[in-house]
């Protein structure tokens, strides 16, 4: 389980992860989102002890990073976004060395070994050298290489990068079944890839959390909901706007002055609207009614 709760990060001037909280569980898969520069690389790395928070904890099976970052490495698995592997070693070279570093010595290491080979499919690359390999395969080491202690915490920094469209959903197959027995995080910009393996999605946007919720969830607000973007002169208050009849939620929009009021599909509450704000006083400039889509909720949150 991993606990993250009011993480900042402050590069000088720059908050590159501001008061972020979640968290996730033994058999979840968490999406982590958020568009480039959003600081998701940085909380992955303040989670594994990398980087040192400015403030916040993040706790590993209850054990606070700072405090016991040896007994939280020994309980995740990382692999990083640049996966940097000893080309010129052999698969099967590699992993005994990697092996040796986490302490296995002997029977044991060549066990565990054999196991991960098998457990990420790489038995028919196991005596090729790393160079040789495809990037598909490469990933594939570099998960094998963040499983060698069997941890129960998985970060993984967009592990489908870069790959072929046959060797993400060889990857994303694989994730998914170390998802059913242990906490998996990893960062992506692909919703599509959310939506096939997260239970979960945690979205960031310029440090701030901006939505933590179920995939079903955000898939649903996609597909079932239409959204009202109202534009008023000023901020409005959202309260009389919820109240309105047919109304499943409103939220303020990218600026202060737009409200989103989000609907059944085929309410239509534009009437209602502008009879509030005659009634409120306020000045509507627009009202545009649209589709969600994925990418949509995803754009409005992190815009
Ligand atoms: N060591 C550092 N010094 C100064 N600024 C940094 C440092 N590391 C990250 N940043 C800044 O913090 C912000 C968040 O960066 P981060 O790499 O966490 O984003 P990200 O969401 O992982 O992006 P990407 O998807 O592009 O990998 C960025 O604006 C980045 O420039």
Not at 36 to 59: D, E, F, I, Q
Not at 279 to 293: D, I, K, N, P, V
Request: aromatic fraction near 6%; glycine fraction near 10%.
């Amino acid at each position: 389980m991993v606990e993250v709760e009011h993480l900042v990060k402050t590069y000088g001037a720059q908050q590159a992860v501001d008061d972020i909280s979640f968290r996730a569980d033994k058999g979840e898969i968490v999406g982590f989102l958020g568009p480039n520069g959003a600081g998701k690389s940085t909380t992955m790395k303040m989670a594994l002890g990398y980087v040192p928070p400015t403030a916040g904890t993040v706790r590993v099976a209850g054990f606070d990073v700072r405090e016991q970052p040896l007994e939280v490495r020994r309980r995740v698995g990382y692999l990083p976004e640049h996966n940097p592997l000893y080309l010129d070693m052999y698969v099967h070279e590699y992993l005994e060395f990697i092996g040796g570093v986490h302490g296995l010595r002997g029977r044991e290491l060549r066990q565990r070994v054999a196991w991960l080979v098998q457990r990420v499919g790489l038995t028919r690359e196991q005596n090729k050298q790393i160079g040789a390999l495809s990037k598909g395969y490469r990933q594939r080491v570099g998960l094998a290489e963040a499983l060698v202690h069997d941890p129960e915490v998985l970060i993984l920094d967009e592990p489908t990068t870069g790959l072929d469209p046959n060797q993400i959903s060889e990857i994303r197959d694989l994730i998914r079944e170390l998802g059913e027995n242990k906490t998996v995080i990893f960062s992506t910009h692909i919703l599509p890839e959310v939506a096939a393996l997260c239970s979960r999605a945690v979205i960031i946007s310029r440090g701030r959390l901006v939505a933590d919720a179920p995939v079903a969830e955000l898939a649903a607000r996609a597909a079932g909901e239409t959204v009202l973007r109202a534009e008023f002169e000023n901020p409005v208050a959202l309260g009389p706007l919820r109240a309105l009849s047919g109304v499943h939620r409103a939220e303020a929009g990218a600026t202060p002055s737009t409200a989103l009021i989000y609907t059944a599909p085929g309410t239509d509450v534009r009437a209602a609207v502008s009879r509030l704000a005659v009634e409120q006083g306020w000045l509507l400039l627009g009202l545009r009614q649209e589709q969600q889509s994925l990418e949509a909720v995803f754009g409005e949150l992190t815009r």
